[in-house]
Structure formats: structure tokens, C-alpha cells
């Protein structure tokens, strides 16, 4: 799954939104912001990931395989073997 989905950079947005502010706010220096944010655009990798693989529908039962059925030998060629047969004797 591509890290760049828009469900994952959403994800990834409002996970980021808690470091954003404090970033604004000044708890956060310009450089200890920006090095978290890459972290939140994981988190919300690994959060789509882990709705998707839950939320999947599952998949169907494979069908058996079917073998086409035995044809019948008709009684004439049974009649030729055993006339083979009976020369060969």
C-alpha cells in the first residue's frame, strides 16, 4: 500500500495536527516539529493498514476442481481389442 494514498496522508494529517500546534504553541523548536512529522505520516500508514486488513471482506472459498467425466468406451471398440487379442493368440 502506497504511503502516499489520500486516506493515509489524512490519516497522517491529523495525526500531526497534535504536533503542529504544539510546534505553534512553542513547546516544539522548527526542527523537533519537522522531525516528528514524518512519524505521524507512518503512524497513519500503519493505522490504514491496520482498518484495511481488518475491515477486508473475506475471501471466497476456492471451488474443487472439476475433472471432466470418463467417456464411455462403446461396445464396438471392445470388440475390436478382443478380436486383436484372440489373433494375437
Request: net charge negative.
Amino acid at each position: 500500500m502506497s504511503p502516499l494514498r489520500w486516506d493515509v496522508l489524512l490519516v497522517g494529517l491529523v495525526l500531526a495536527l497534535p504536533v503542529l500546534a504544539l510546534g505553534l504553541r512553542g513547546d516544539f523548536t522548527t526542527e523537533e516539529m519537522v522531525s516528528r512529522l514524518p512519524w505521524c505520516l507512518l503512524a497513519g500508514w500503519a493505522a490504514v493498514a491496520l482498518v484495511r486488513a481488518v475491515f477486508a471482506p473475506p475471501k471466497p472459498a476456492p471451488e474443487p476442481k472439476r475433472r471432466p467425466a470418463k467417456r464411455p468406451v462403446p461396445a464396438a471398440a471392445e470388440e475390436i481389442e478382443d478380436d486383436e487379442e484372440s489373433a494375437a493368440a
